[in-house]
């Protein structure tokens, strides 16, 4: 199966990127959380996202952010399932990886969850943008509005170039935004975070009450 023939599936399924890293790119994945930890052959890992509307940062209620949010991990995940039974027709093995809860891992006391892979680390990986002090992705056109999912494969694939650092090295912008202090320039405090970046309503339901680390970002345009 080949890379071009991949992405074109990716995009016909709705995906606004894609990049791939070959398995060799994740040397450096923390132990438990490289790609052959999930599967065994794993040869090659494609990244993808979707966008958030701009708009939804500039709204002045978080409502349409909680809304776009949920429908993207969906989408997302609807999107690896179909990419991964698409490649299992071609005779390969595949693994859809969830684009955000449940946690497999969690530390309670910190407060601490993870994926089963890192999905922005995998997406920097696949030349799809680099990681802000935010630790969010920064990708060249659509900044850190990108909403990321991804297959693990056993499909043996040639990686996509590694993108230059886009986010501005005197810029502390997200740092000072942050009402928890919850940002270190290297990765951020999920307990402080956690104690006010969710809220729920009178009339039901929840909203994320902050996404300031987002949206006051130069790059959220």
């Excluded at 996202?49 to 952010?65: H, R």
């Excluded at 891992?105 to 802000?132: E, F, N, P, T, V």
Aim: glycine share 8%; charged share 20%; hydrophobic share 35%.
């Amino acid at each position: 199966m080949e890379k071009n023939l991949i992405k074109e599936i990716a995009y016909q399924l709705g995906a606004d990127v894609c990049g791939i890293a070959d398995i060799q790119r994740f040397q450096n994945a923390p132990e438990g959380f490289h790609p052959t930890d999930i599967l065994s052959n794993a040869k090659s890992v494609i990244v993808f996202g979707k966008q958030f509307p701009k708009g939804t940062f500039l709204a002045k209620s978080n409502a349409p952010y909680t809304m776009v949010r949920n429908q993207l991990i969906q989408q997302i995940d609807h999107l690896s399932l179909l990419l991964s039974s698409r490649i299992e027709e071609d005779g390969f093995l595949s693994v859809p990886i969830p684009s955000s809860e449940p946690y497999e891992y969690w530390d309670d006391q910190r407060r601490h969850g993870r994926g089963i892979i890192s999905l922005k680390h995998s997406a920097k990986l696949a030349g799809l943008g680099s990681i802000g002090k935010n630790t969010l992705l920064i990708n060249s056109k659509f900044g850190n509005r990108l909403w990321l999912g991804g297959v693990i494969t056993n499909v043996e694939l040639e990686s996509d170039p590694v993108t230059e650092e886009l986010c501005p090295p005197n810029c502390q912008i997200c740092i000072d935004s942050c009402p928890q202090t919850a940002l270190d320039e290297i990765t951020i405090n999920q307990k402080k975070c956690r104690e006010i970046c969710f809220t729920s309503t009178e009339g039901g339901g929840w909203l994320i009450a902050c996404n300031l680390c987002r949206t006051q970002c130069p790059l959220a345009e």
